[in-house]
């Protein structure tokens, strides 16, 4: 690939939970992703200012990360029957970089600045 055009702009980073395994499988499938309306304007912003947008997935009570994925478009407005009715927003693309669970205790020495540098997870 060539250069991003916004290579000298920060990564950003995002954790994204989802309530069930069920919409991890969906979107390593489909390399779509979904989230709510409110987290909509953030990872547009994020996307447009940073060169790169990394997500962190996990299912919320799992105790695991379930892989992480570069975000690879800007979220639209076409929904996604995939997600059912389920008030997620528009559909964006994402690319799987690894498809796997990684328990927390893996991640405790990453500690988040903006929450109080309280353990990734």
């Not at 916004?6 to 069920?22: A, D, T, W």
């Not at 008030?87 to 988040?112: M, T, Y």
């Amino acid at each position: 690939k060539s250069p991003s055009p916004r290579q000298n702009m920060p990564v950003r980073y995002f954790i994204m939970k989802s309530s069930n395994l069920q919409n991890i499988d969906i979107s390593q499938q489909k390399g779509i992703w979904s989230t709510t309306p409110s987290n909509e304007r953030k990872l547009n912003g994020a996307f447009w200012e940073s060169s790169v947008v990394y997500l962190i997935f996990s299912v919320q009570g799992s105790g695991c990360f379930q892989g992480f994925a570069r975000m690879d478009s800007a979220i639209g407005c076409e929904r996604s029957q995939d997600w059912g009715s389920a008030g997620f927003g528009g559909v964006f693309k994402v690319d799987w970089i690894r498809k796997e669970s990684i328990p927390f205790q893996f991640a405790h020495h990453l500690l988040n600045p903006w929450n109080d540098s309280k353990k990734v997870q």
